[in-house]
């Protein structure tokens, strides 16, 4: 039976693309990898289901997809096995709704991820770098998705744990979390191109993986 996971909606809010991994899990010193890792689209009224992107066997795992907001293009995360190129390298790529045009836009040296997020007028990708495990000595930054423009947004201190981030409906802000007075992450939001950052959650909890509610009125 295939794993389906990362499920993203589209705008159309009819269709949803995931993540169908399928086949043996191979193992490597430092971690094991899936058969195929494949990214699909799939109508929800009608079941059916349409492969975007297939992987090559054991070549790492495709995630994280984020769509456009026009819904005419698709983000994801690339993480390559030992057996790819560069080993063990990740980076974003961009595609178009029917798997063409495949490009990375990010490159293997920036180390990019984390959940990508696209700003609601389609200029921008948000994300994190570099994304190991630890979540330290990372920062967030934005680029257009064509690979250009990248710029850095936030500037934390060294030793700080950096997580997952999102765009507000407007574009203007992002939310964000990181370490906050407890030891533990809050939630925080600031300016796109700068100003105050503002603390939103102050709990002993970990907060992470903020998700800008959608606009009203």
Known sequence: MPDESDVAFLPDSRHVALTRST?????????GFIEHSDIVVRDLQTGRTHVLLRSRPFSGDNVEMVSAPGGG??????????????????????????????????RWSTEAGDHPDWSPDGRW???????RDDFLNSQLFVMHPDGT?????????????LLSSSFSPDGRHIVFSQ???????????????????????????????????????
């Open 179 to 217: 370490d906050g007075r407890s030891g533990e992450p809050d939630i925080f939001t600031m300016g796109l191109h700068g100003g105050p950052v503002q603390q939103v959650t102050r709990t002993p909890l970990w907060d992470s993986a903020p998700d800008w509610g959608p606009r009203r009125g």
């Open 23 to 31: 086949g043996h899990v191979r193992e490597f010193p430092d971690e």
């Open 149 to 161: 423009g990248m710029r850095q947004v936030t500037h934390v201190k060294a030793g700080t744990r």
């Open 73 to 106: 293009r698709i983000a994801f995360l690339r993480s390559n096995s030992p057996l790819a190129t560069p080993a063990g390298g990740q980076a974003i790529f961009v595609m178009r709704r029917d798997g063409s045009h495949l490009r990375r836009i990010t």
């Open 125 to 131: 990708i948000l994300f994190r770098a570099p994304d």
